[in-house]
């Protein structure tokens, strides 16, 4: 299926975990997609893979929490690529502690990539979508609505990513842009089991297990099932959508509650 056909569309932190899938999804979804990530050689293998598909894309090496590194890689991808039609920010980092657990170099850090990093994107997309549409969608989290043991600083940012869509979704809609969020629970990614292996050496598998079981569902998601959702979210079938928050969670918001 071709849903999002000739469109362009950046994805941010497209070199691993959900940012990685979303931009493949994309791709095999017919569009030209531009891989935004400090992470510059895994961002080239994202493209390999994307290119692989047969569909166009590039990778533009950039700083999120840095706007004038945000300004420069759009206009790269509008000389490159063309006007960009979607925006998906998935760049973002993580922190485990609690407010006590957490120093002001682990709020600023992780406020500088998961919230500054939004809305600088957010802010060079919006003046060239104006008028003519186009999709923003925010990857949040549970922790955006519910709270999470040891989570206080990741929380705090993916609390504010949630509320930013809310009003750039009503300070827009007008001027033909959606923008909504996906809120995923845990999904098994490079970064879990990076967590595991720092915390738990020689118990990754018991510990992988305990943390699936803390969702309903019994295990944890994929990146491709958060990529599917993202698909839909920023595809025309989805234009009657727009301030919304989606969970994909395996049950962990509404059926724990």
């Known amino acids: 299926m071709r849903e999002i056909e000739r469109k362009i569309a950046i994805v941010t932190g497209g070199s691993s975990g959900i940012g990685r899938a979303i931009a493949l999804r994309f791709g095999e979804g017919g569009a030209r997609v531009a891989v935004l990530d400090i992470a510059a050689p895994a961002a080239e293998d994202t493209v390999r893979r994307i290119e692989a598909c047969g569909a166009a894309a590039i ?49 600023d850090r992780l406020y500088a990539v998961n919230v500054k990093g939004v809305f600088n994107c957010m802010k060079a997309a919006v003046p ?5 549409g186009g999709v923003i969608l925010n990857i949040a989290s549970v922790a955006s609505t519910v709270g999470i043991p040891d989570r206080f600083a990741y929380s705090m940012t993916k609390g504010a990513v949630l509320t930013m869509t809310y009003s750039v979704a009503r300070d827009y809609v007008a001027q033909g842009i959606r923008c909504n969020a996906i809120a995923p629970g845990r999904v098994h990614t490079p970064f879990v089991d990076g967590f595991l292996a720092k915390n738990y050496p020689g118990r990754e598998r018991e510990m992988f297990d305990e943390l699936s079981r803390t969702q309903p569902i019994g295990r944890m998601g994929q990146p491709e099932e ?21 969970a994909i969670d395996g049950g962990f918001v509404t059926l724990k509650m």
Do not use: W
């Open 59 to 107: 990778a533009v090496p950039c700083d999120v929490s840095r706007q004038a590194d945000v300004e420069r890689a759009f206009q790269a991808v509008e000389q490159r690529l063309g006007t960009p039609d979607i925006l998906v920010n998935s760049a973002g980092i993580a922190h485990v502690g609690n407010v006590e657990q957490t120093s002001e170099e682990d709020l």
């Open 226 to 246: 958060i990529a599917q959702l993202a698909l839909f979210l920023c595809s025309d079938a989805a234009a009657f959508i727009t301030g919304s928050n989606y």
């Open 128 to 132: 060239a979508m104006k008028g003519r």
